[in-house]
């Protein structure tokens, strides 16, 4: 298939300043006049910014830079519909981005559920997401070739331009700045230039382009890797997501990391195993035994036919905690998975692509706007200030969790006890209320010390 443009000509609408998402938009901060275009500036080209990569985080990108009235386009080195290694699951934040964007009213086609049962040890607790000032008390299970369509055709709706098969492979430099990038089409292999005055970074966990930037992971950060299928189940509309906490094998045995089995309401269900690089023998283990012992071993009501998925399993890693730098240059930023933006708790990344587009593209038009470039760099403090604390929890989390005896005991004594699991579900989701502290907030907030004086 050639390469396809999309693009509307018409812009309206404007964004409230980058923000973390856990505070609510103030009154009057819907719809405004646009941010002016800039006169001039360092670089004559041809557009404001350019997003390498069309899935959550560009496409949210996208979609803010052009509510801005910037001119923005998006490559993406693959054709829409496009599959993705994910489980599928959008948690109260992921679904409070996509009202933030306007897509409320398209998402009631899709599964919506109401929390999530865990299982473990012989026991099964079924828990409501918890109520909110800010985020909503339900979730969607969407298939990524749907999701993922869905915001890069809204983000082309308010006037990004999404060019599809075409991939960037080189940074173009000019005295130290990024003047665009080199495109590749991948059918016909021909190459092209696209300039732009600014580039925003969101190709994923791999992300080539961030590397020839000079991005790297630290590697003391966890890692996850997760491997995940498609099953028939007559349970696939059923309103709770379900976590294995204690996956074993046919023989009893335990097994390192957890399970999941998410209903995606279309007749089958998204079956996933996943585990942290801080479990013993990270390396040497074998994710496609893990997910056939796992089917192998659902529990009794999902009725799937363990030898009859629906697709070959697909696994992937993921960055994660923040776990990429640099995350911004003189006229780049890093966002989503390519920042290792990922919640080690539970390996979501989704909300934190969207909130990391909204933020660079909230960022690059006061850049533009004020004709300063130098606001850019306030993109690391911002990510600090709304993920900081947190990231440091959930990596001391991690380590500890690394530890498979004393993660069987601490699943064991959680399973005993509804206010513990609701508790570690707001804490594991980033669902606190710092406004209306309860316990899990004094929990977390005490955590957040105990991170602190680890890392120093």
């Known amino acids: 298939m050639p390469e396809q443009h999309y693009r509307r000509t018409s812009r309206s609408g404007r964004s409230s300043p980058a923000r973390c998402a856990t505070y609510s938009p103030g009154p009057g901060s819907g719809r405004t006049d646009h941010f002016p275009r800039p006169s001039g500036g360092e670089l004559t080209t041809s557009r404001d910014l350019l997003v390498v990569g069309g899935g959550p985080a560009g496409a949210a990108t996208a979609y803010w830079a052009a509510r801005h009235g910037l001119d923005v386009v998006v490559v993406e080195r693959k054709q829409f519909p496009r599959d993705k290694t994910c489980g599928d699951g959008l948690t109260p934040r992921a679904v409070k981005a996509l009202n933030d964007m306007g897509l409320g009213h398209r998402m009631i086609r899709y599964h919506r559920y109401r929390g999530l049962r865990a299982v473990a040890h012989g026991r099964t607790m079924e828990l409501a997401w918890p109520r909110h000032p800010v985020f909503p008390d339900y979730g969607y299970v969407v298939r990524r070739r749907e999701l993922d369509q869905l915001v890069a055709d809204h983000a082309v709706a308010g006037g990004a331009e999404l060019r599809l098969g075409v991939e960037a492979t080189r940074p173009l430099l000019v005295n130290g700045l990024l003047d665009g990038v080199e495109v590749k089409n991948t059918i016909t292999g021909g190459t092209d230039r696209v300039r732009a005055r600014y580039v925003v970074v969101a190709d994923g966990a791999n992300s080539r382009f961030g590397r020839a930037l000079g991005t790297a992971r630290d590697r003391t950060y966890p890692q996850g890797m997760a491997i995940r299928t498609y099953f028939e189940s007559p349970l ?65 009501h999902w009725e799937i036919d363990p030898n009859r998925p629906l697709m070959d399993p697909v696994g992937g890693r993921l960055p994660m905690a923040g776990s990429v730098n640099p995350k911004v240059g003189p006229n780049h930023l890093v966002v989503g998975d390519a920042a290792g933006s990922v919640n080690p708790f539970n390996g979501e990344g989704i909300d934190y692509a969207y909130e990391t587009g909204r933020m660079a593209a909230d960022l690059v038009a006061e850049a533009l706007a004020t004709g300063d470039g130098g606001v850019i760099w306030r993109y690391p403090n911002l990510l600090d200030e709304c993920y900081g604390d947190y990231f440091r929890v959930a990596r001391l989390f991690a380590r500890l969790i690394g530890k498979p005896a004393l993660l069987r005991e601490l699943t064991r004594i959680g399973m005993q006890s509804r206010p513990i699991m609701e508790w570690a579900l707001r804490i594991m989701a980033n669902l606190m209320d710092p406004d209306n502290p309860k316990t899990a907030e004094y929990i977390y907030k005490a955590a957040a010390k105990a991170s602190t004086v680890a890392s120093k």
């Open 236 to 300: 696939h509309d059923t309103p709770w997501i379900e976590s294995a906490l204690d996956v074993r094998d046919r023989n009893g045995n335990s097994l390192p990391g957890y399970g999941w089995i998410f209903p995606v309401g279309d007749g089958s269900v998204n079956v996933g195993v996943g585990l942290l690089s801080t479990f013993r023998d990270y390396t040497s283990v074998n994710t496609s035994h893990l997910m056939r012992e796992f089917a192998a071993t659902l529990p009794a």
